[in-house]
């Protein structure tokens, strides 16, 4: 067996092979077990046997991500990350300082999206990094760590933690080595990771080979599993309520290849068939979602444990449905529309008119009582295919998909000994989720008409006017305040001169940052001798041969207390600066600033006051901030004719 020392540097080798690793801190010396190394990347994987674990920090288990600078094109890392699959995220570093953090999986979701690629390749990484990692410094305690790491929302959770020496970058810890070392960690310390245990919102428990749930378990777990008492009991058990007895042994087969340790985590995860776990009670009707992780333990004594992680991750799940059902309708009703366009003006009143007729004549036959069922589904069933042959041939194929699909149901139900009331009942309701349709088409058109002779009507101002009437009147009624816009003066002959694109971005970003920050809620406004309504007020006119923008608000003003507190805890100014209003004012552009609390779809990422500063410089434009406490600010844009 080999000993080596390590003295905050990775160790390389390209055998395999077990290690003592002795590690040196200050005046003390630790010796280690390493019971594997990983011969793939030539580095040695320290699993720690965890002796004197009080004196680990987070920096011992930190080890080299991949990293990009923030000016690096977004198509040139999409390449880089096409060419290497282990990269799975990476670190924005800036002079030293991690700020941002990106997974593929994200980075490939922003890409994948119908317009993202065109959207942000050329940008840089800058663009679309998160800036809401977690980042801690390398002497954080590990079990501290953790406890941070557990707290992040369900979709940061499997995101590597940044750690920072002395202020800079110095490495990125998995959650994966964070988990192991806690598990050992949890076995030497059980009365500390028994009250982390209890506090936790996931479920956790220790599962033998047999699947046999032990003592030790997370409270957290009865809630998940409606159930009390689970020590004991069978984890395979648990689930027979929600499988049947061949996926039941498809799970079993899984969870001996965990207890088994021949396989490498990446794989076994990859292959989990409890990655999206559907459970059900067995007392109630509502199904649950549940994401379930696995870690394998090895006592002394050669008995091996699972370590089970079980995150309830039904809202995302419900919300993840509840989108795709949207998208599906909007890209319908965009499909309708396309083909709606195709149609001459003439042949489309002809059709319309022709279905309406054939509708019309539907429903009186569904009316009429005197008709036998079967005779009356046949007339119908002749109604329908009519429309849908005019529908086919004019391009309309979504709506003569739907007319096809009731086709086919109505032919399935006359090929029935008897027709029942439910039967008639559920393709009458078919036929009227068609005439809504049908009846839509004619609106939609108009809409398109009156819309594009609207555009080519109306000045630049009424454009964007309309647009940030729009953007108040959503942002005030999501957070509950009300605002009145006020527009003095708007040089339309200005306008046409100027980069209307970027005066409209800037503009709306900053009355959303109003409205977020500045405007008070009715009750507090009218508490400090002001009318419940804010005003945002705006101009645009000529000034000295430039574009002079004027737009503010009476709200609350900067708070540069707030501001200087959180910017100190970034690292973005010295204590020196906290009464330094210019170098305040300049550090609410900065990248992933913000002094919300939360995070929300209208602020909070610190993106915004970013994207306007970004813009000014790329039109080569100014701003210059005049605030003042309790009465609002004041935003003066320049920009060159």
Request: hydrophobic fraction near 35%; charged fraction near 30%.
């Amino acid at each position: 067996m080999k000993t080596v020392l390590l003295n905050d540097k990775k160790i390389k080798a390209k055998n395999t092979g077990s290690f003592n690793v002795k590690f040196k801190k200050g005046h003390n010396e630790y010796l280690y077990q390493n019971e594997c190394l990983n011969s793939s990347s030539g580095t040695v994987n320290i699993d720690l046997e965890l002796k004197n674990v009080e004196t680990m920090t987070i920096g011992h288990l930190s080890r080299s991500g991949y990293c990009f600078f923030p000016d690096e094109k977004v198509e040139d890392i999409y390449e880089i990350l096409k060419t290497n699959p282990s990269i799975t995220g990476f670190t924005v570093i800036e002079n030293n300082t991690a700020i941002g953090f990106l997974t593929r999986t994200v980075f490939n979701e922003i890409l994948g999206g119908q317009y993202g690629f065109s959207l942000y390749a050329k940008n840089t990484i800058r663009v679309i990094m998160k800036t809401d990692f977690l980042i801690v410094d390398y002497k954080t305690p590990i079990d501290q760590v953790s406890f941070m790491a557990m707290q992040r929302p369900f979709e940061q959770l499997y995101n590597p933690i940044v750690v920072e020496k002395n202020g800079d970058y110095s490495g990125i810890v998995t959650v994966k080595d964070l988990l192991d070392t806690c598990t050992k960690i949890a076995i030497i310390e059980r009365n500390e990771i028994a009250l982390m245990r209890d506090n936790l919102k996931i479920g956790l428990f220790f599962m033998n080979s047999n699947y046999i749930i032990q003592d030790q378990y997370s409270i957290f777990l009865e809630e998940l599993f409606s159930q009390t008492c689970l020590n004991g009991k069978s984890f395979i058990e648990l689930l027979s309520t929600s499988y049947n007895k061949e996926e039941l042994n498809t799970i079993k087969d899984y969870l001996n290849m965990v207890f088994e340790g021949k396989f490498e985590q990446s794989i076994l995860d990859d292959i989990n068939p409890l990655m999206e776990m559907q459970y059900s009670a067995a007392d109630q009707e509502k199904k649950k979602f549940f994401h379930c992780d696995f870690a394998t333990i090895k006592h002394d004594n050669g008995e091996v444990f699972a370590l089970v992680s079980v995150y309830d991750i039904s809202a995302r799940i419900e919300l993840q449905q509840k989108l795709a059902k949207e998208e599906n309708k909007r890209q319908e009703e965009m499909k309708i529309v396309f083909e709606l366009l195709q149609v001459e003006p003439h042949v489309f009143n002809d059709f319309y008119n022709d279905t309406e007729k054939e509708f019309n004549h539907i429903e009186k036959m569904l009316k009429n009582e005197n008709i036998h069922a079967h005779n009356a589904l046949v007339d119908i069933y002749q109604s329908v295919h009519a429309v849908k042959s005019n529908a086919v041939i004019l391009g309309l194929n979504t709506f003569g998909d739907k007319l096809h699909d009731l086709e086919s149901k109505i032919k399935d139900t006359c090929n029935q000994k008897e027709i029942s009331f439910n039967n008639m009942l559920n393709i009458t309701m078919d036929i009227e989720k068609l005439i809504k349709l049908k009846d839509g088409f004619k609106k939609t058109i108009k809409r398109i008409k009156t819309s594009v002779s609207e555009s080519n009507n109306k000045k630049s101002d009424h454009l964007l006017t309309d647009t940030l009437i729009k953007t108040i009147n959503k942002t005030a009624l999501d957070l509950n305040k009300k605002v009145k816009f006020v527009v003095d003066k708007i040089d339309n002959k200005v306008l046409k001169n100027s980069p209307r694109r970027i005066i409209k971005e800037v503009l709306i970003q900053l009355i959303r940052n109003s409205i977020v920050h500045g405007i008070e809620l009715p009750e507090e406004r009218l508490a400090g001798g002001k009318k419940k309504t804010g005003i945002i007020r705006l101009s645009i006119k000529m000034n000295e041969n430039k574009i002079h923008i004027k737009l503010g608000d009476d709200g609350r003003g900067l708070n540069y207390k707030k501001i200087a507190e959180k910017a100190l805890r970034l690292k973005l100014i010295k204590p020196d600066d906290i009464n330094n209003k210019s170098k305040l004012i300049k550090i609410i552009f900065s990248p992933g600033f913000s002094t919300a609390d939360s995070e929300t779809v209208h602020g909070g990422r610190g993106i915004g006051l970013n994207l306007v500063r970004d813009r000014l410089r790329d039109s080569k434009g100014s701003i210059k901030v005049k605030t003042k406490s309790g009465k609002g600010t004041v935003f003066h844009i320049y920009f060159p004719v």
